[in-house]
């Protein structure tokens, strides 16, 4: 560290305000350095002077009552705040157009989820069924696959054979 | 704002998706067409499908073949896989596993009477798109406020139904088809050679519409008409039904939606049923002259029923074990011997005996059962109505009839 170095820190050394390495550094250049040490001198006496013109502790009060009158102009605000407008508008566009595809589908009926049901058979007897599934087979709007589906379900010989 | 825009979305989504009612004479005209593009159009697909037997669902996925009146489906997964069925030349036949026929059903297409009930509802709205078609979603419902209905997601392009669902008058599910490929550019299918009947089905069972003179011909007098009828149900015509062991005439209604079968059955008189009494009676204590064939009549018949059971008890073994484990007879499978052996100890008709008379039964695929006798005309009513509306039917017909 050099003169100028030392000199910008010298104030911080003389009130004892530096790291101890530091102040170690200080220490060893003021033994072979005059003019450092009529620096620091000079910085001593002026403390000395000052010292009885050091200020009075300000009263509890004083800061929080500046505070209240400087916070609504002085203090910054948000980012969010300086842009909301454009934002908003922004946003509000967005969810018009996310709502709307999501809804999209709801305007249009789907058809529910085939049920996943188990795979069961009941075996109560009943010949009508077999009668009933002819006459189902001519409606005008049948679905023959569930109707070949109980077909094949019902046993032929079971559905004939209480019938007289 | 944002309120705002949901509050405006969600009412575009009621508006949209709410189906709107048609005029009568629009509504026929759909359903027309509905009906036409299901004979006519041609596709090849798969599909899948449920339907409920009894209390209880079973599904199963196809492949179809279909186009100009024919039709070509065969059961590819689930239960009734390799069962085929084949619609050709207004017959409709079930082949089993072995490629015999084992039910003949001829078509009876509506011709004469409108596809529509007299109180049937129609109302569409924009459907979703299935297998990426727009298609056009169809509510039939046979009187208005009616739970009962079919709900179809036709395509827009062919008419054809992508997607079926029908329910009862209980709103509950009772069949649902949706189809998940299709190829609307095949052709149409070639007629195929029908097969023989399997072995027991010298005559396969089969409805045969005909006129209320030939019905009157076949219960040996008038066939009997309800006096009330559920709100909506119009007589659709008379089918003849014939069988192995006996044939009756089927009066049937419909209000569009929903079926209502009347089932005749010209019984044995009183004097004959005595008569036959008697005669099992000597037969048993050695007493009476008996012939041959009636000595062997009913070891005949008993054989007959065992081989039945044995090809049926074949071809669920065929179909996997693993399906009948909870299904097939669980009460006789919790009471005594195997299922099958259950079923040659105790046959259905003897089982149900009990059950009958004055009770309501329980149709397997469609609604409630009630059976009485009157005269001697036994009579079945079986329908998809509220239980309660079966048996306004049922009283209807029977003054002084007895159950049985």
């Known amino acids: 560290m050099d003169c100028a170095d030392i000199r910008k820190i010298l104030p911080d050394y003389t009130v004892g305000a530096l790291e101890e390495h530091i102040a170690a550094h200080v220490r060893a250049h003021l033994a ?8 620091l001198a000079a910085l001593e006496r002026t403390g000395e002077l000052l010292a009885p013109l050091l200020p009075a502790d300000p009263p509890r009060d004083l800061w929080p009552k500046i505070r209240a009158q400087l916070e609504p102009r002085t203090q910054p605000k948000p980012a969010w705040r300086v842009y909301w407008k454009p934002a908003m508008a922004i946003a509000a566009a967005a969810a018009i157009l996310i709502v709307a595809l999501l809804a999209w589908p709801l305007m249009q009926a789907a058809p529910p989820a085939t049920p996943d049901l188990p795979v069961l058979a009941v075996a109560e007897g009943n010949t009508y069924a077999e009668a009933q599934i002819a006459a189902a087979w001519d409606q005008p709007l049948a679905d023959e696959a569930s109707l070949a589906l109980a077909m094949a379900v019902i046993e032929p010989e079971q559905a004939g054979e209480v019938m007289p | 704002m944002l309120l705002a825009a949901l509050a405006l979305a969600v009412a575009l989504a009621i508006c949209g998706c709410k189906p709107r009612e048609l005029p009568r004479e629009q509504a026929r005209e759909l359903v027309r067409d509905l009906r036409q593009a299901r004979g006519e159009v041609s596709l090849k697909g798969e599909l899948t499908t449920v339907v409920r037997i009894g209390n209880r669902y079973v599904n199963a996925e196809a492949t179809v073949h279909r186009g100009d009146g024919r039709l070509q489906l065969e059961l590819t997964g689930g239960r009734g896989k390799g069962v ?13 596993r072995d490629g015999k026929a084992v039910r003949h059903l001829p078509r009876n297409p509506l011709d004469e009477m409108p596809p529509l009930g007299k109180k049937a509802v129609v109302a569409v709205a924009r459907g979703a798109r299935l297998l990426g078609r727009p298609t056009e979603y169809v509510v039939i419902r046979p009187h208005p406020g009616s739970d009962a209905r079919v709900e179809i997601w036709a395509d827009k392009e062919t008419d054809f139904p992508l997607a079926t669902d029908r329910y009862n008058h209980a709103g509950e599910l009772i069949s649902s088809t949706r189809y998940t490929a299709v190829d609307f550019s095949a052709p149409a299918p070639q007629q195929v050679k029908l097969p023989e009947a399997a072995t027991g089905h010298d005559r396969l069972p089969e409805a045969k519409k005909i006129d209320k003179a030939k019905a009157a011909e076949l219960l040996g007098q008038d066939p009997a008409e309800p006096k009330y009828l559920p709100e909506g149900f119009q007589l659709q015509g008379y089918y003849a039904h014939h069988r192995q062991h006996g044939q009756g005439v089927e009066v049937r209604y419909s209000d569009g939606v929903r079926l209502l079968n009347i089932i005749e059955i010209k ?3 009183r004097e004959q049923v005595r008569k036959a009494l008697e005669q099992r ?3 048993a204590s050695g007493r009476g002259e008996t012939t041959a064939d009636q000595r062997r009549a009913p070891q005949q018949r008993r054989e007959e029923l065992r081989e039945r059971w044995q090809q049926r008890r074949e071809a669920l073994g065929q179909a996997g074990r693993s399906q ?3 299904t097939e007879r669980p009460q006789a499978r919790q009471h005594g011997p195997s299922g099958d052996e259950a079923d040659l100890q105790q046959s259905p008709d003897r089982q149900q005996r009990g059950e009958w008379g004055g009770k309501m039964m329980r149709s397997r695929l469609r609604g409630n059962i009630i059976r009485f006798r ?26 002084s009839g007895t159950d049985f």
């Open chain 1, 32 to 39: 072979e350095c005059e003019s450092c040490r009529r620096e």
């Open chain 2, 324 to 326: 009948r484990q909870d």
């Open chain 2, 267 to 269: 019984l044995p008189g």
């Open chain 2, 84 to 96: 085929k069925i084949v619609e050709q030349s207004g017959s409709v036949w079930q082949i089993g």
């Open chain 2, 374 to 399: 009157v005269g001697d005309l036994g009579i079945v009513v079986a329908g998809e109505v509220p239980a309660e509306e079966l048996r306004k039917v049922a009283d209807s017909m029977r003054k």
């Open chain 2, 281 to 283: 009676r000597e037969q």
